[in-house]
């Protein structure tokens, strides 16, 4: 078997999502928003993972990560959902009583260009479309909202730079109603794990990171009559 290029650390960037078990909601009040974010910042400082967006919803949460070596992805959100739930259950006391999460989180790698700000628009656009508040910025729990408020608490996350510019009028653009057809690249993505690029983009990253068969339709072809 021919042997497959390694991308080198740093090169990519991967949106990353994980919901509560049976879509269960994990966050109640503030006090658990708080505290999923004292975590998500812990977490950040133990690692050289970049947080580049993020936006945590009732039942489920989203982020853009940028790794900076390989395999430190995967490390990094073990560690941040082993530490939330063990947290949690002491503070419920409801240890040993069931799994929080559904289970291994999902994830897809992102082109660093305008699929990048397509992205963070659509993760810090989450609570809009859910219509928790007014305006995406409302929302305290993400990425917009911390930028918006102006104040960093020691215990909210950091926010790195990213890759690309953020268009001078970000908020604006965040607060539009996305296309249908943005929203379903996006999904099948995040369902089936698929890179989310151009095309030549998509193919070049599947083959060295080993996502080929995300780029193949499900389903069995069709017989020619």
């Not at 539009?176 to 099948?188: M, N, V």
């Not at 989310?196 to 060295?208: D, H, K, L």
Request: charged content about 25%.
């Amino acid at each position: 078997m021919p042997r497959v290029a390694r991308i080198a650390p740093g090169d990519v960037i991967f949106h990353v999502l994980n919901r509560g078990n049976a879509r269960s909601q994990i966050f109640e009040k503030d006090q658990d928003y708080k505290a999923f974010e004292r975590v998500l910042a812990e977490t950040a400082r133990t690692t050289s993972v970049r947080i580049l967006a993020y936006c945590i919803m009732p039942n489920h949460w989203h982020m853009v990560l940028w790794p900076t070596r390989d395999g430190e992805l995967g490390k990094f959100v073990q560690r941040l959902t082993t530490t939330h739930v063990r947290r949690l259950h002491l503070y419920r006391h409801s240890v040993g009583n069931g799994h929080l999460y559904q289970g291994t989180y999902r994830s897809f790698p992102v082109q660093d260009d305008n699929h990048f700000l397509t992205v963070c628009r659509y993760v810090e656009q989450n609570p809009l479309r859910a219509k928790l508040v007014a305006k995406a910025e409302d929302w305290r729990w993400s990425s917009l909202g911390l930028r918006a408020g102006g104040i960093l608490e020691a215990t909210r996350p950091v926010l790195s730079e990213w890759p690309v510019p953020r268009p001078v009028d970000w908020l604006s653009l965040v607060n539009e109603t996305p296309g249908g057809q943005e929203l379903d690249s996006l999904r099948l993505s995040a369902q089936k794990g698929r890179p989310f690029g151009n095309e030549s983009w998509q193919t070049w990253i599947a083959v060295r990171l080993g996502l080929g068969s995300t780029l193949h339709s499900r389903g069995r072809p069709r017989k020619e009559r």
